[in-house]
């Protein structure tokens, strides 16, 4: 059965989408089937793994609304190595919608137990807010994956996600968990990242990954061209760093179910 991960920080221009994607990648690598599906209306993840997100003739807000069936909206695209549900700005009036209808919180989570059992990971990229959206990742999610910068408006924030993931799990989603925070965007020089990094590390302890994603242009270059950055430049730092990722992710997992 799978594992669903729910990617999100409420701040933008984290590095959320760009986790969301090389690391399904990275795990695809890896040979376990992934699934990835783009819950943010704005369909970068969907950009950066090369479809055109208004083209599509389904995205995950037919499956938000259950108006098609799960398999018709995956695409499956080997050279990816992993399989896509695609957003869109539909997802905004999906999320209009949802606050009419019943059990609307857990929509997601009820239209995935028929793929549950097809793949080994589900990441879900959630927009960069705490909405009806990313309450619906959270609740599908067995753990929750926060990339933050380590700036000083990003521990303001982590304090609030954090407290959202505390309400979700005393309320609707009693299993969830904090898959852990990870450091994007590093730069070894920045005193600041330093002093902010080791501040992370003094709270969370083991919740915060070993692997830190550097600042790399190799990756910032990956979505434009459709690709994760694993097939843009597999030797570039970045690429590196998500492989990294992916094999922390798994021995943790492994370790778990020991």
Known sequence: ???????????????KTTTSVNLAAALAATKRK??????????NAAMGCGVVKDDTDYSSCELLLEEVPVTEIIIKNPQ?????I?????????EVKLMNMPHRERRLADTLLSVKNSYDY??????????????????AAHSVLIPMQCEYYALEGLSSLMATLKSVRENI???LYLEG??????DSRSRLGKDVSDQLLE?????????????NIRLAEAPSHGVPVLAYDKASRGALAYIALAGEMIRKDKAAKK
């Open 1 to 15: 059965m799978a594992k669903i991960i729910a990617i999100t920080n409420q701040k933008g221009g984290v590095g």
């Open 34 to 43: 992934v699934l990835l599906i783009d819950m943010d209306p704005q369909g």
């Open 80 to 84: 990816l190595g992993f399989d896509l």
């Open 86 to 94: 695609p957003g869109n700005s539909d997802l905004t009036a999906a």
């Open 122 to 139: 589900i990441l879900i990229d959630c927009p960069p807010s705490l909405n009806m959206l990313t309450l619906n990742a959270m609740v």
């Open 173 to 175: 989603n009693p299993g």
């Open 181 to 186: 925070i990870l450091r994007t965007m590093v």
């Open 203 to 215: 709270y969370f302890g083991d919740k915060v990954f070993r692997t830190t994603i550097p600042r």
